[in-house]
């Protein structure tokens, strides 16, 4: 043992030796979101990443949540299961993708039916475009979204809105009036518990007033800096290359500027506001920016990623145990080690 020791101790200071070329860095590159307070905490253990967080009327072990993705193919079948397992063992919330398909058969249902997996504790939701919402409206066929809520036996919905990325899709749908109206008109007829998000270009000030007086359980962000679903209908449309400079996939709202309105939504007092939780999503690429985000929210709020949970589920569900609980570990050093610097 002594030997051991003696031994990646030597080793130890040979790679000191050898990798402090490497190993500087530029004043410029500091990180000058956070103050660093190194005296006021002891090191969290591998098995303290639990962050108890009241979210949707239930106890997240810590505040992440897994963004809406995928379903309908053999790939998102594993995708979802793999989600399912981490969402459970790590008591994350669980957006599911599209369910769109489970309106008119039950051919899929196997890609989404996890509610069992996930257990009754933690926030489970479905997911529908606001188009297949209008739509139904027009055919008086809403009673479908209903037997939807009933057989995946979720807490609510999540209705997504992207005119944008309809307008881009080859096969996309077309608005027939405002999405306002088809969600005000969803909330007059509903009792569970409904989201509203984009799906990666955000939304600006107005449109989150609007959001934020409606009865919604939360609002997700979706917002520009991460996936793009413009530029993925774009990528996708190899039929029409003069489309693919379009200007309108540049548009939208970072995450952190979609927070500065909120926030200032809320600080501003204003009446009849009735939403005041948030799911910060879109670009999210760390747990330091999801501390910052979720910690600098004057509402209620957790942060969400779609992209880095798909790239590690892909992989199988021992890479993406770790990279939740690396995730989880790096939020918790955040929460003992930095505060938010004011600006
Ligand atoms: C493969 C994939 C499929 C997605 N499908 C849906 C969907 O069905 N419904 C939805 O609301 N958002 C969907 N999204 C959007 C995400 O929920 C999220 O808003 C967006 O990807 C931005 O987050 P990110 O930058 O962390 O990826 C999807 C994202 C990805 C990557």
Redesign the pocket.
């Given at each position: 043992m002594t030997n051991l020791n003696q031994n990646s101790s030597d080793q130890r200071k040979a790679d000191h030796i050898a990798l402090t070329e490497l190993a500087q860095t530029k004043a410029s590159s500091v990180d000058s979101r956070f103050d660093y307070e190194p005296l006021f905490s002891a090191h969290p253990s591998l098995d303290e990443w639990r962050r108890p967080t009241e979210f949707l009327g239930k106890t997240l072990k810590a505040p992440l949540w897994i963004?809406?993705?995928?379903?309908g193919t053999k790939e998102a079948l594993t995708i979802n299961k793999n989600l399912a397992q981490v969402a459970r063992e790590f008591g994350l919330g669980f957006?599911l993708?599209?369910c769109r398909s489970l309106l008119e058969s039950n051919d899929r249902l196997g890609d989404f039916d996890f509610r069992g997996v996930i257990g009754d504790e933690l926030p489970f939701y479905a997911?529908l475009?606001i188009a297949q919402i209008e739509q139904l409206q027009v055919k008086k066929e809403t009673s479908k979204i209903h037997n939807l809520i009933e057989k995946l036996k979720v807490d609510g919905l999540?209705i997504?809105i992207?005119p944008l990325q309809e307008w881009f899709q080859p096969e996309g749908d077309r608005y027939q009036k405002p999405a306002l109206e088809t969600i005000e008109s969803l909330l007059n007829e509903v009792s569970f518990p409904v989201i509203v998000?984009?799906?990666?270009q955000g939304m600006g000030p107005r449109s989150l007033k609007a959001l934020m007086k409606l009865p919604l359980a939360a609002i997700?962000f979706?917002?520009f800096?991460?996936?793009n679903?413009s530029k993925m209908e774009l990528l996708r449309d190899v039929s029409d290359e003069n489309h693919r400079e379009d200007g309108l996939q540049f548009v939208g709202h970072t995450a952190g500027e979609m927070l500065s309105h909120v926030n200032q939504i809320l600080d501003s007092n204003e009446q009849g506001i009735k939403c005041r939780s948030f799911i910060i999503?879109?670009?999210?690429?760390s747990a330091l920016q999801g501390h910052e985000l979720v910690s600098s929210c004057l509402g209620n709020a957790v942060y969400?990623?779609?992209?880095?949970f798909?790239d590690h589920a892909r992989v199988g569900i021992e890479d993406l145990r770790k990279f939740v609980l690396d995730q989880l570990l790096e939020l918790e050093m955040a929460k003992r080690f930095l505060e938010i610097r004011a600006n």
């Open positions: 963004s809406s993705m995928t379903g957006g993708g599209s997911n475009g999540i997504h992207n998000k984009e799906v990666g997700d979706g917002a800096g991460g996936t679903f999503s879109g670009g999210i690429r969400a990623q779609a992209k880095p798909l």
